[in-house]
């Protein structure tokens, strides 16, 4: 491998808002804050919720869902 070409990595301890702290090597070579761990963030933490608080999705399907593509009308032919 060539020489002095990979930059130089630091142990760095990287601080979350909710408290949590981890131990880490990085190439920054400072400490630095996130604002979501894998200990607070709600996609780890299973708190994780779908709000569609607009109801675009069944705004979309009453608008929509009357059509069918020719590709599905075809297939339900053929079935039968």
Excluded: W
């Amino acid at each position: 491998m060539k020489e002095k070409i990979h930059p130089k990595s630091a142990e760095v301890t990287i601080t979350c808002a909710c408290g949590s702290s981890i131990r880490t090597t990085s190439t920054m070579g400072k400490d630095f804050s996130v604002e979501l761990c894998s200990k607070c963030h709600p996609f780890f933490t299973g708190k994780q919720r779908l709000v569609d608080s607009t109801g675009r999705v069944e705004r979309f399907q009453k608008r929509y869902g009357a059509f069918q593509s020719k590709n599905q009308v075809v297939l339900k032919e053929k079935a039968q």
